[in-house]
């Protein structure tokens, strides 16, 4: 069964850091998602491109996090400087582009910043 | 928000009993999906419903979907200590052009053996 990969599983850093994160969405797969999780919480989006674009990155702290997904397939998410507050997990998910499809989900990344 | 709310933030109950969590929203939507996260993990998807649809099952779980009162449920029958996670439901808001997803801050759901 198809699924999406994310790496590293797990990341500990030291603030000021620069850290990056990896996801290869489902093929196929026209939309990827970037969520951040801090525990206890729901995940919210950062990031979501529709091929290679971005169509919403409101709630992405630009003044240190970037993300790309140059040809449309996998997608990279970076922080720097890492800052305590940016321990959490982070969540790639990918959709058809058709409406009214699940999104699927990777196994995250687990950041601790200290 | 567009974000869904999850009501009880948290639920625990015995093997076998059956478990309901509600998830409320603001906005009209296109969908509404449920989500389950073991402790640290992913998420799994459980089910998405549609607008225009007003339940749905699949093995043990029942979701239904009142638009009026913009609401869903999901029911878990004959729950098992495996079901133990977090449920999260997700909406996806019609006012948008492109498949986009909110979370509420999900029900934390104990089946104990």
């Known amino acids: 069964e198809a699924e999406v990969a994310q790496s590293p599983r797990y990341k500990i850093t030291e603030k000021s850091q620069a850290v990056a994160f990896w996801c290869d969405p489902i093929?196929?797969?026209?939309?990827l998602y970037w969520y951040r999780q801090i525990l206890g919480q729901g995940p919210e989006l950062l990031v979501q491109?529709?091929?290679?674009?971005?169509?919403?990155d409101s709630q992405l702290p630009k003044d240190r996090f970037s993300a790309e997904r140059l040809k449309g397939v996998d997608s990279t998410l970076k922080i720097q400087p890492a800052e305590l507050g940016d321990s959490a997990m982070y969540l790639c998910?990918?959709?058809?582009?058709?409406?009214?499809?699940?999104?699927?989900f990777g196994q995250g990344t687990r950041l601790t910043v200290v | 928000s567009q974000q869904g709310e999850e009501d009880p933030q948290a639920l625990s109950i015995q093997e076998g009993e059956n478990a309901t969590m509600n998830c409320s929203y603001k906005?009209?939507?296109?969908?509404l999906q449920w989500y389950r996260q073991n402790s640290g993990r992913g998420l799994v998807h459980l089910i998405l419903?549609?607008?225009?649809?007003r339940e749905k099952h699949s093995g043990r779980l029942r979701v239904t979907l009142d638009t009026s009162k913009k609401s869903s449920s999901l029911l878990i029958t004959a729950s098992r200590a495996a079901d133990t996670a977090s449920y999260f439901c997700?909406?996806?808001?019609?006012?948008?052009?492109?498949?986009?997803?909110?979370f509420g801050s999900g029900t934390k759901l104990n089946v104990k053996p």
């Open positions: 998910a990918s959709r058809s582009r058709a409406l009214n499809t699940e999104a699927f």
């Open positions: 093929s196929g797969h026209a939309t």
């Open positions: 491109f529709q091929d290679e674009s971005v169509v919403d």
């Open positions: 906005t009209s939507i296109n969908n």
């Open positions: 419903i549609r607008s225009n649809e």
């Open positions: 997700a909406t996806d808001p019609q006012v948008y052009n492109f498949n986009k997803f909110y």
